[in-house]
């Protein structure tokens, strides 16, 4: 199986259904301002750490990488916490994908400027166990013919793909 980028793994603990459009090639990312300004925020704190452009590995896309004595850390910068859960998965998966496919020894940090949060990231033999399910789980969603049902969240209202979901509800 051909691995996916992060923002699968992203999109399969928001919604399934949105990782089916995504999938399929249907995106409306570039539709929304929220994604613009968590876009923003990557760049401006990148470039106060003195960072600049864009890290690709294959298929991944970490926003920071740094070498520490023993290990590499591995950022991930978000507009907000409200998908704090679904960025540690993300960020785990980038763990494992340079621990598994490229042999480094890796840590973990998810970032949240705006509110001034930190949260160290660490990848557990169970982690990887419910990636493994999770990779299988994203191909079997990406094949199916139609997307999953939508379930209504409170993240659905800012959600750039809610006028295809709900169109006659907002």
Known sequence: MELPGGVYILYYFICKRKLWFYANKITMEHESDLVEIGKYIEMFYKEEKGRKGTIIIDRISPDILERSEDSVIVYEIKKSSKVKNAAKW????????????KGLKVKGKLLVPENSEEYTVNLSK???RILKNVLKDIKRIKNMNKPPPAIRRTYCKVCAYRMICWENYF
């Open 90 to 101: 993300q960020l785990k998966y980038y763990l494992w994908y340079l621990k598994s496919k």
């Open 126 to 128: 169970d982690d990887e």
